[in-house]
């Protein structure tokens, strides 16, 4: 793992203000579902699987009984880290200089974390290596759903349609569409879809990088709903339309931004004989899918082709 050295940073005489980065967007997740109070551990939810059903009874005939049935969902933590290992001279020069360096790095480590809980409840993966974790099974993955609406050359000039359709596979199961994350590219897509007069369907999106909302559902633009950067292998999908309560997350721990001057923290060697320290961010999320039917994905079938 590289190691950040004053040798990739430059000290200049005079410092503007802010360092620059790339945007990069956060969870659209925390966007679309509330986070509740938790506990450690695993959380088990009561769900109603059968409701009971009322009956006409005639005059004089006997009373029939229909009872509620229930089930169970578990919901289960996944802790989340993040460690930053520099050089002490890093720290010297950030001290002297004030460039931000520290504060810059806890930024990013915390917008890491954020973007790792979109990236295990929709896809199951480990942001850092990009692969499926196997300790998040199907049934905790969003797009495990088997509700799909796929993106083919013909529909490729009518999103708003495509997205109806996966709203149209959620209400056949029997949930209420709430609310719609997409991807920054379709939402690009979705903002500059145009009639056949060449008016914008939608002008209020601008370029589709801030939807807030679309057909009176919430909305919220992200790259964790393909997955890119961090995904290994193309996920391909574009949207995800569905009934965000039926995602039961929150936060069970947090650990305060922690800087370790000793020992060694990731495997990369003693940081006092190394000259080394490090930075580390660390939460447990927890996070259960009551229902995958209350979620349809949109795929780009093109990609595929």
């Not at 190691?3 to 005079?14: M, Q």
């Not at 410092?15 to 969870?27: D, H, L, Q, R, V």
């Not at 959620?170 to 500059?192: E, N």
């Not at 923290?265 to 009551?290: C, F, H, S, T």
Request: aromatic residues 8%; negative net charge.
């Amino acid at each position: 793992m590289a190691v950040l050295a004053t040798s990739n940073i430059t000290l200049p005489k005079n410092i503007a203000a802010g360092m620059f980065s790339k945007a990069m967007t956060g969870s659209a997740v925390v966007q679309l579902s509330g986070a509740e109070p938790q506990q450690f551990g695993e959380v088990t939810h009561m769900t109603l699987t059968g409701r009971p059903r009322a009956e006409y009874v005639g005059e004089g005939a006997d009373k029939s009984s229909s009872n509620a049935t229930f089930g169970t969902k578990v919901v289960t933590p996944h802790k989340v880290q993040v460690t930053q290992r520099f050089n002490e001279e890093v720290q010297w020069a950030d001290e002297d200089y004030q460039l931000g360096i520290l504060r810059t790095l806890a930024d990013e480590g915390g917008l890491a974390l954020a973007r790792a809980l979109d990236l295990g409840v929709f896809h199951g993966i480990n942001p850092l290596t990009g692969a499926v974790i196997a300790s998040i099974v199907a049934g905790d993955r969003i797009v495990s759903t088997t509700n799909s609406v796929e993106l083919v050359t013909a529909t490729l000039t009518t999103p708003d349609i495509v997205l109806e359709q996966a709203a149209g596979l959620v209400i056949a199961d029997g949930y209420q569409p709430t609310g719609i994350a997409f991807d920054p590219t379709y939402g690009w897509t979705v903002a500059t879809a145009r009639y056949a007069d060449g008016r914008k369907k939608y002008p209020e999106f601008g370029f589709g990088t801030d939807i807030s909302a679309f057909e009176g559902l919430r909305a919220a633009t992200s790259s964790t709903v393909s997955g890119v950067p961090e995904a290994a292998s193309p996920t391909n999908v574009k949207a995800i339309v569905g009934q965000w309560d039926l995602l039961r997350w929150g936060v069970q721990r947090r650990v305060p931004v922690e800087l370790i001057k000793y020992g060694d923290p990731d495997g990369q060697g003693d940081l006092k004989r190394k000259n080394q320290i490090a930075l580390r961010l660390e939460v447990v999320y927890g996070w259960g899918i009551m229902d995958l039917d209350g979620f349809a994905k949109v795929i780009d079938a093109v990609a595929n082709v």
